[in-house]
Every structure is written in structure tokens, then in C-alpha cells.
T-cell receptor, first 113, second 114 residues
């Protein structure tokens, strides 16, 4: 079955710096890769997603890149702000797997003012 | 629309007991998935229900079970509780069971097993 590895587990940056979180997946059938943000004590919420037919997607300060050949995808946050502090989860989903998202272990991002 | 609602929010049980958690999806959402969240293991998929049928299942023992009702509400049950079952149990819904699409999570049921 699918396995998703996420690095780093913790990341600390200064406000205004960029942050990059990387994930690798094992199942070549995976074709949907969302990123969820979970603030302390809150529910996970989707912040951006990408499908396998696209190499990059951007939404304001966040972007995701996908390398299908290498089976890895990354989240990039530019001009980080304290409110970006949260745990970020990457995930992968294969076709015909419905809601069976396989999540990475999470990255705790801390943005210091 | 109301979001995904989970009850109870907190509960404490002892080893050997059983527990039932409830999830009401967003109106119109027919797919309901359950995840176990622990500090060390992250979010782990338990199972997914669609139209009252279990569509996918994760790698959890048979003590973990679930069901879905005709109104799409779902319940999960854990029997013979173990200390390691202490976790936040998250329910998530989506409109269909097709690949992709946003999962909307509830706030979770935090289970503590003593």
C-alpha cells in the first residue's frame, strides 16, 4: 500500500523567511496530493492540493511542486508570518481510493516574530 | 451549511470497555472517513463509508468497526479498549467518493483510555 514520508518533523524560521516541507510517496498510482494545515487544538484544513497532471500550483504565498518521476512533492511558504505556525500534513491518494488519504507524519512549523 | 459534527468531544474509558463515536457529515456529503491521530503516528486512516457501505479500510485490528446510516451519519466503535487506543479520532466528509476533492474534518473526539 501507499506510504508517505514527510520531512522535516519540526521547522523553525524567522518571520519573513521561506519554509519548505518535503514529502515522498511510494505508490506510483497516487495522483492527488493535498496539504492540510492544523493549528493547535483545531481541525485539519486543506490549504492547497495538486493533481499528477500538474507540476506546480501556487496560491498567494503558498505553492506546491510535484515530481512524479521521483515521487516527491513539496510545500513552499514564502514571506512567512506568525499565523503560519501550525502542523502541516502532506497526503497522497490513489485513483479509486475515494477518501483513503495516506498522510505524512506532519511538520510542526514555528514562525518566530 | 453546518460543518462536520462529532460527539462526544471528550471521553474517558478504562481498558476492556468499548466506545462508540458519532459523526454527522456536512449536509449533502455522502462519504465519511475516520482517522486516528496520535502524536507519534500522525493521521492514520481507519475506514471510509459511502452510501452505507464500507469502501476502504485501513490497517487496524477488528476491534475497530464502523457503520453508516441512510442519512450519511456515521459511527465508529472500538471494543476491548487498550491503552494504545488513546487518541484523537477525526471524522471527515466529502461530497462523493471520487478521487480527490477536499476532506472536511470535524473537531474530533478525544479518547483517553485508563
Amino acid at each position: 500500500g501507499e506510504n508517505v514520508e514527510q520531512h522535516p518533523s519540526t521547522l523553525s524560521v524567522q518571520e519573513g523567511d521561506s519554509a519548505v516541507i518535503k514529502c515522498t510517496y511510494s505508490d506510483s498510482a497516487s495522483n492527488y496530493f493535498p496539504w492540510y494545515k492544523q493549528e493547535l487544538g483545531k481541525r485539519p484544513q486543506l490549504i492547497i492540493d495538486i493533481r499528477s497532471n500538474v507540476g506546480e500550483k501556487k496560491d498567494q504565498r503558498i505553492a506546491v511542486t510535484l515530481n512524479k518521476t521521483a515521487k516527491h512533492f513539496s510545500l513552499h511558504i514564502t514571506e512567512t508570518q506568525p499565523e503560519d505556525s501550525a502542523v502541516y500534513f502532506c497526503a497522497a491518494l490513489a485513483d479509486n481510493q475515494g477518501g483513503k488519504l495516506i498522510f505524512g507524519q506532519g511538520t510542526e512549523l514555528s514562525v518566530k516574530p | 451549511k453546518a460543518g462536520v459534527t462529532q460527539t462526544p468531544r471528550y471521553l474517558i474509558k478504562t481498558r476492556g470497555q468499548q466506545v462508540t463515536l458519532s459523526c454527522s457529515p456536512i449536509s449533502g456529503h455522502r462519504s465519511v472517513s475516520w482517522y486516528q491521530q496520535t502524536p507519534g503516528q500522525g493521521l492514520q486512516f481507519l475506514f471510509e463509508y459511502f452510501s452505507e457501505t464500507q469502501r476502504n479500510k485501513g490497517n487496524f485490528p477488528g476491534r475497530f468497526s464502523g457503520r453508516q446510516f441512510s442519512n450519511s451519519r456515521s459511527e465508529m466503535n472500538v471494543s476491548t479498549l487498550e491503552l494504545g487506543d488513546s487518541a484523537l479520532y477525526l471524522c471527515a466528509s466529502k461530497e462523493t467518493t471520487s478521487s480527490g476533492g477536499e476532506l472536511f474534518f470535524g473537531e474530533g473526539s478525544r479518547l483517553t483510555v485508563l
